[in-house]
């Protein structure tokens, strides 16, 4: 019943602008309105624009001041610094031109409005016009290209040795960290084929002594003023991490491991200083369409000084003595090894009956 | 600099045959539907066209509501959505992702492409280079009525039960590859995949035939110099079309083979659903160098017509000639041939090689130079004009502004380093949204304004455009604008909310206000829809030319029928924008008035053109050495 009303309410509504277009029009044809003559609505019209150009531009400034602090994102990693300091050379240099072009073209299109008698002047070409206004902007882009391509190619070069190696997974629709270890620092082979619904999300080779001491997270530690590998894959569809504070981003790919280094220049309780807000968190974020649940892909991420790090590394259960089943996989002449690395065995040589599978 | 076209006419009109044609007995079908005419077929892609973009902007405004209202009850959908409205009220996740999928491919794909070029170029081409019609008629026919199959398979996809394609309108495998991943990529992606090999083959149709027809049916004294700069954008974005769109089709292919035929050429090392796939080898990274060696050369099939049929309008409402038509013609080349090496800009972060990346971003941002003599050039022929502001303008002015303001942001996200955080962030809505979708729509209805008069031999309301041009105007900035600041502060696209993340928790604000502005841009849109058909049969009778514009189309009469011109089709013999020439009697001389018969205005080498211009043109050879 009351759709019904709201119908009726509209479809009265339309009527009435209908009638009341249609009567305007007759006026206006009665009155020997001439839509060929140009009057009123252009000068309407041009001055309009103006207050387009003022509003606007108003506004824009206004609004970038004002809400600088809401819109920008504190920065903490070593290459964000300078992609941060591209971003906003590039917004000066495109904010003059924009405003300059903008204004110039609003009042060209106020002042040079229709006049009855005056004749627009026929000015085709002026090659010194267009030989200057293509130099110049190439000029600008190429200084902006260079930078652009120093600072990218000093993000993509290759991380250096002693850089802390961590592997994050994405999946449908949740992301897991792997560590390699604190006794071989190096990350164990994985084969997808391996991975199983029992334990073995990793898909991880227990055949390769390096998986032995492997540990999972669910959250993603990183050390302070270290550099960081972080080594991406996708089990499943594409996934993208995202580290908003790091300006750290790259997809993770379904058969081809990719991988960003990086350095964290803040601890969380840093940046919680210096946002003056205590429950505050680093986040990790997908930004590449998975599904249902690509916007729910979070994982918080905390960042600790390099001792509390590596003592939190060290405390952390190696996946194989979570999943103690799997030792069967491992061959039988790397067992004792395996249990060693994986601290399910205290200490090597000593005391063997110690074993509890 | 002079140019020498030297022309052989011998057998070019066919006018008398023509004309007899024009006179067989059409029934209905023959006139209406399955019509031969570029004119009607022209309509058919314009009506199709608006049908799609009502349908595309009321998508966008659903999704809108969930993103600047989360707490909103939408119980009201469910008589139309039904179980995509979820127990609580709320728009079910999949089928927010099918509605981000289907408002992209609709607008980029049946608006912006077919609705803009199917439209114009067959509109536009004939009658401004002074054809009877297109190269081949039924060929155009045929365009249409792939478009039509595609548009109905499309149209049918979003009734099934498990939803229309949902992997985003880039339908990145392996996400669009598996059914177990996402609902839409069941059957409703196999009908996307349909849908747009069809709309592949339409569009070839239409290209190759558009070429032909600008190559080889230009009247008499048409040289290429000649060409208003409408018919260039054609010419180019053809180019573009017939070229990339098979790239994309071989794309759909090799995606349909590994849904269906079990092939690894995008899929490998995939577990999912609880198993681990067979597929092996395969590389989710080539599809993306197949999809967006077509999807970026797309940006500028959609974006060069609205170029072209801006830049008309302008130089005819300025009163002036377009300033620089050769750096015009040479920019827009210029953009065509760049638009087809830098389509991985696209994919700096994929994990593509980072040299890759360094070749690719020097590519992209070179584009900006032609851009930006574009955006010059249409600045200087707006100085010292005498502006009209017709409803066709307005959109033009608007289309100019957005250009700007858009293409601006793609200084950033070109390079490389800059894009590392923006990339797939609101910053790249913002952006492609004004620069090509803003832009290239507000093309389109500039070129509605402006052409209706010839497609339907009556006038628009000037008063109903001004209202729809300003509230669109204002709307789509209202829109787009604060999705920068959004992008800035990193929220990523295609997400259902942002609850879940601390970081993405502010803005409720600006997502409140950009998705009331898009309901009240996509309100007024039928303010244009009513104008539009009220018009059609309604509006004031039109003058033959009544924007005293130069180029033939206005020529014809006020309907023109089929053939286009019921005499002898007329003769060049000056280029497109002879606006305000000093000593000229009126501001403006039409294209087809000879040189001998405006000694008052000639310039010194125009009165040596006059020599060689004869009345009757059969076996002459015409030289010309215009320079402007």
């Known amino acids: ?357 | 600099m002079a140019t020498t076209d030297i022309h052989t006419h011998h057998d070019v009109h066919h006018h008398d045959e023509h004309d007899e044609h024009g006179h067989h007995e059409t029934n209905f079908w023959r006139t209406y539907i399955f019509s031969e005419d570029h004119k009607v077929i022209a309509k058919q892609f314009l009506i199709t066209g608006i049908f799609w973009a009502l349908l595309g902007g009321i998508l966008s405004v659903i999704f809108r509501l969930q993103l600047g209202f989360p707490d909103m009850s939408l119980e009201w959908l469910r008589p139309v959505l039904g179980e995509w409205i979820t127990a609580e009220g709320k728009l079910d996740p999949e089928f927010y992702l099918a509605l981000v999928t289907m408002h992209g491919t609709i607008m980029v794909f049946f608006v912006l492409t077919a609705g803009l070029s199917g439209t114009f170029s067959n509109f536009l081409i004939p009658l401004q280079v002074g054809a009877r019609d297109m190269a081949s008629g039924f060929m155009n026919m045929l365009s249409y009525w792939f478009f039509f199959l595609s548009s109905v398979t499309m149209f049918v996809s979003l009734f099934l039960e498990t939803g229309p394609a949902g992997g985003g309108w880039t339908i990145y495998p392996p996400l669009s590859a598996l059914p177990q991943a996402i609902k839409g990529s069941g059957l409703g992606m196999t009908l996307w995949l349909v849908a747009m090999a069809l709309f592949i083959v339409s569009s070839l149709l239409g290209g190759i035939n558009y070429i032909t027809t600008v190559i080889n049916l230009r009247t008499r004294g048409m040289s290429f110099t000649r060409l208003p700069l409408t018919i260039w954008a054609f010419l180019f974005t053809a180019i573009i079309g017939v070229l990339s769109f098979p790239v994309l089709f071989a794309a759909a292919l090799l995606l349909i083979f590994d849904r269906s035929f079990g092939t690894s050429f995008y899929l490998s090392d995939i577990y999912i659903g609880g198993e681990a796939l067979a597929h092996d080898g395969g590389s989710p990274i080539l599809f993306q160098h197949l999809f967006w060696f077509l999807g970026h050369p797309e940006v500028y099939i959609v974006l060069l017509p609205a170029l072209g049929l801006s830049s008309e309008i302008i130089a005819t409402n300025s009163r002036k000639p377009i300033f620089g038509y050769k750096a015009m013609i040479g920019s827009m080349l210029f953009i065509a041939i760049l638009s087809f090496i830098v389509w991985a800009h696209h994919m700096f972060v994929t994990g593509m090689n980072p040299f890759l990346g360094s070749i690719f971003m020097l590519l992209t941002l070179i584009i900006a130079v032609p851009s930006a003599v574009k955006i010059f050039n249409y600045v200087t022929t707006l100085w010292k004009g005498n502006i009209r502001f017709t409803p066709g303008m307005l959109f033009s002015i608007g289309l100019v502004s957005f250009f700007l303001t858009g293409g601006i942001t793609g200084i950033f996200l070109g390079n490389s380093a800059i894009d590392i955080q923006l990339h797939d962030t609101y910053f790249v809505v913002a952006h492609f949204h004004l620069v090509m979708g803003s832009a290239s729509f507000f093309g389109m209805m500039a070129g509605v304004y402006h052409w209706f008069p010839k497609m339907f031999g009556r006038m628009m309301d000037n008063r109903l455009g001004y209202i729809h041009f300003w509230l669109t105007f204002t709307g789509v900035y209202l829109v787009f604008f604060p999705m920068h600041y959004i992008g800035i502060a990193g929220f990523p696209r295609r997400y259902y909310s942002w609850t879940n993340f601390e970081i993405f928790s502010g803005f409720t604000d600006l997502n409140t206000l950009v998705s009331v502005a898009a309901i009240i841009t996509l309100a007024s849109q039928f303010i244009f829809l009513f104008n539009f058909f009220y018009s059609m049969f309604r509006g004031r009778v039109a003058p033959a030319n009544p924007w005293n514009a130069t180029t033939i189309e206005w020529t014809t009469p006020r309907n023109p029928g089929h053939g286009n011109w019921p005499g002898e089709i007329p003769s060049v013999y000056r280029w497109p924008y002879d606006y305000s020439k000093p000593g000229a009697k009126e501001d403006y001389i039409p294209q087809h008035i000879p040189y001998s018969e405006t000694p008052e205005s000639n310039l010194p080498n125009e009165n040596e053109l006059i020599k060689l211009e004869t009345s009757n043109g059969s076996g002459a050879i015409i030289v010309e050495g215009d320079k402007h």
């Not at chain 1, 205590?278 to 599904?291: D, K, L, R, S």
């Not at chain 1, 729910?296 to 060290?314: D, F, L």
């Open chain 1, 1 to 357: 019943m009351t759709s019904l009303i709201i119908f009726l309410g509209v479809v009265l509504v339309l009527v009435i602008l209908y009638m009341i277009y249609r009567v305007s029009s007759l006026v206006s044809i009665a009155k020997g309105y001439d839509d060929d003559k140009i009057g009123t609505a252009n000068k309407v019209n041009a001055a309009l624009f103006m207050v387009f150009m003022v509003g606007s531009l108003g506004w824009f400034f206004w609004y970038s001041f004002a809400y600088y602090d809401n819109y920008t994102m504190p920065v903490a990693s070593e290459h964000g610094k300078h992609t941060d300091l591209l971003f906003w050379i590039t917004m000066g240099v495109t904010v003059v031109a924009f405003v300059i072009i903008s204004v110039v073209m609003f009042v060209f299109i106020y002042k040079y409005q229709h006049e009855e008698g005056r004749k627009a002047k026929f000015f085709p070409d002026n090659h010194h016009l267009e030989l200057a206004w293509t130099i110049i902007p190439a000029i600008v882009l190429a200084v902006l290209i260079f930078t652009g391509l120093r600072a990218w190619n000093d993000i993509t070069s290759p991380a250096s040795k002693d850089a802390e190696l961590i592997e994050v997974i994405g999946q449908q629709f949740a992301w897991t960290v792997r560590y390699p270890g604190v006794k071989d620092k190096e990350l164990g082979k994985v084969n997808y084929k391996l991975i199983d619904n029992f334990g073995n999300e990793f898909g991880l080779d227990l055949t390769d002594k390096n998986s032995f001491d492997d540990f999972k997270s669910l959250e993603l530690h990183l050390p302070v003023d270290k550099e960081v590998l972080l080594k991406i894959r996708a089990k499943d569809v594409l996934h993208s991490v995202f580290l908003p504070h790091f300006r750290v981003k790259m997809d993770a790919v379904p058969g081809m491991p990719t991988q960003f280094k990086f350095k964290v220049t803040k601890t969380t309780q840093e940046m919680r200083d210096e946002l003056g807000n205590q429950n505050f968190n680093y986040e990790m974020a997908c930004t590449e369409i998975c599904g249902r649940g690509h916007f729910s892909m979070k994982m918080t991420v905390i960042v600790e000084e390099q001792e509390a790090y590596e003592k939190w590394k060290a405390s952390q259960e190696a996946w194989l003595k979570q999943n103690p089943d799997y030792l069967k996989k491992v061959p039988n002449a790397l067992k004792e090894a395996a249990m060693i690395k994986a601290g399910m065995q205290r200490d090597p040589g000593s005391s063997v009956a110690e074993v509890n599978e």
